[in-house]
């Protein structure tokens, strides 16, 4: 074969080389150590002086022209193959993420939000107080006094070293609220309480609703219309029969513990009410002769245990999220 043949020969082989393994193969095929062109250089030594200079400047030529081809190709492949791994490593934004733990409304935080909301809905405002409380406005105030036996029914936590306990009811909110404004008023007050008890049905941190209505001529009557409502309301069922049972507490008067008939025609008591007693009216400069009024105080985990069959009241604090799964909510329900 003739050396033009030979080197158009190379050079389509370079041309044809497929990746760089191929084409690095052929660079050292060529131009290696012991190369087709390398091996022409090394005949040139047999040759005299003037065809020497002829034919090594040709070759040296030829040797040029391929190295140079073979760079340019591996250039062009190596463009080549970042291309094609960009094409393959790409992301497909558009696929759906994979299912992720979204988190749940804890059954309680549900209840309560939705109580509020419905007497929100007639009226009532929302107001709080702070967890540590005096025994002025824990007992006192309430019509509790020091060696009422109602105060050992509490079981209450004393902070040591002070006069304070932690509150254990929502009642002291009637006191601070309306010690700040002046009737007529109507309002809510759900927060944490404490007591010294823990078994299936009680835990020594649970929570309560408070509800006040204070307004001229405010009746028993409106007490009752208002807790059947609620309670037809929030058991999702316009026919639940409600009994209001005498029971008694410092400050109503009169005082009712209300049960609510369950299945199977049983008595569930679901909350504490009654008619605010004139002395924590006066206690909270308000004229029992111009103003009447009603409260109730309900276990915000009692309502939701019944509400969503929940049998033991420690199962909500315990954090088991699989638990949080079954009963929990999702943000738009
Ligand atoms: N504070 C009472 C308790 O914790 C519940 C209660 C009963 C609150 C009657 C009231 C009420 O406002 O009128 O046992």
């Known amino acids: 074969m003739s050396q033009t043949n030979l080197q158009q020969e190379w050079l389509q082989q370079i041309q044809a080389s497929e990746d760089l393994t191929i084409l690095d193969d052929l660079r050292v095929h060529l131009l290696g150590k012991n190369g087709l062109v ?105 019509n509790i006094p020091a060696h009422h036996p109602a105060r050992q029914n509490h079981d209450t936590f004393y902070v040591a070293g002070s006069d304070e306990v932690l509150r254990t009811h929502t009642s002291p909110v009637q006191i601070r609220t309306l010690r700040n404004h002046k009737p007529p008023i109507r309002f809510l007050a759900p927060g944490r309480t404490f007591r010294s008890d823990y078994d299936a049905t009680h835990t020594p941190m649970f929570h309560q609703i408070e509800g006040v209505v204070i307004e001229e001529g405010i009746n028993f009557g409106h007490l009752k219309g208002t807790l059947i409502d609620f309670c037809r309301w929030f058991f999702e069922n316009p026919n639940m029969n409600l009994r209001f049972r005498p029971s008694f507490f410092p400050f109503t008067e009169p005082s009712a513990e209300v049960d609510i008939s369950w299945k199977n025609d ?68």
């Not at 733990?101 to 009532?124: C, E, N, R």
């Not at 079954?326 to 329900?333: K, M």
């Open 38 to 142: 390398t091996q022409q250089l090394k005949t040139l030594g047999a040759l005299a002086p003037e065809e020497r200079k002829a034919k090594g400047a040709e070759i040296n030529a030829i040797k040029d022209q391929i190295a140079l081809a073979i760079e340019e190709k591996k250039t062009l492949l190596e463009a080549q193959a970042l291309e094609s791994r960009l094409d393959n490593e790409k992301i497909d934004i558009t696929l759906p993420s994979r299912p992720e733990s979204m988190g749940k409304i804890h059954p309680l935080s549900k209840a309560i939000q939705d109580i509020t909301q419905y007497f929100s809905q007639v009226g009532f405002q929302v107001f709080d107080g702070p967890h540590i409380e005096s025994q002025e406005l824990n007992f006192d105030a309430l």
């Open 266 to 333: 049983k008595w569930l008591e679901v909350l504490g009410c009654g008619m605010i007693h004139p002395t924590v009216l006066q206690n909270c400069g308000v004229d029992p002769n111009q103003f009447q009024g009603f409260a109730f105080g309900m276990g915000a985990e009692r309502l939701t245990m019944l509400k969503y069959g929940i049998n033991d009241i420690r199962s909500f604090y315990d954090g088991d999220t699989r638990w949080l799964d079954l009963y929990g909510f999702g943000a738009q329900s």
